[in-house]
């Protein structure tokens, strides 16, 4: 009796509340090149720039959100593995995956400019301010400088007090740090001050990756965030189509 009754006044307690599902709704499809391996997305003055992984395969490019076309690009040397992107003043930031360096290129021609070396994997990035976050696979994003790429804090994400692995793509939405979750149709929604997940979205049913060439791999990744017309959008490895969603609430 009182077992059942602590579990009861537990589940009530806000420290207990479940953590929400958002669900979403789909406002416009835009095409994406089925060949782009997504590893990186972000939103800037009218245009997604993208990075795309696969050795031999891996490149930076800007591209026309209504038609999907690549209006720039820069290709990475054949055993090299893109990954996660950032825009910090006139300057674009990537991630590979396992060659613990990262590349520095100029915004506006893609040219290489620089490397930069770090432990570990590189998985993703964003930014907030003079602040980078970056994703690794583990449970921590990383927090680094923006102008001397060093790191300067941890985020240890949970949910329900148990960490999540496998973060990926992220994105800063509205003070929350957005991250899709490998190989899931889910993305966290994060407390950056506490890393713990304050909501999830679950977007099984934007994409039927069962028909893609490469169902395991093929999946969910990619999130970006037009801050000033508020238009969030989401895009997955070699999918065709790139979607600006809504979050529905959960009732
Ligand atoms: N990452 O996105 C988790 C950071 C890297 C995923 C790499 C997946 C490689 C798949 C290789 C498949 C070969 C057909
Ligand atoms: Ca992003």
Known sequence: MLAVLSILLLASSPLYAAIPVYGFKVVHRYPHDSNAFTEGLFYR???????????????????????????????LPPKIFGEGIVAWKDRLIQLTWRQHMGLVYDLHTLKPVRLFRYPGEGWALT??????YMSDGTPNLRVLDADTLRQIGTIHV??????VHNLNELEWVDGQLFANIWQSTRIARIDPATGH????????GLL????????EDDVLNGIAWDAEHRRLFVTGKCWPTLFQIRLVPPR
């Not at 990075?51 to 209504?66: F, I, N, P």
């Not at 930014?127 to 980078?132: E, K, M, W």
């Not at 997940?197 to 099984?204: A, D, F, M, R, T």
């Open 208 to 215: 039927d990756v069962s028909k893609l060439p490469n169902p």
């Open 45 to 75: 003055d009218g245009f997604l720039y993208e990075s795309t992984g696969m050795e031999g395969a891996s490149s930076v490019r800007k591209v026309a959100l209504r038609s999907g076309k690549v209006v720039q690009q820069s290709w």
């Open 127 to 132: 930014r907030h301010g003079d602040r980078l």
């Open 158 to 163: 949970t949910a329900d007090g148990q960490p």
């Open 197 to 204: 997940v304050v909501g999830w979205i679950e977007l099984k």
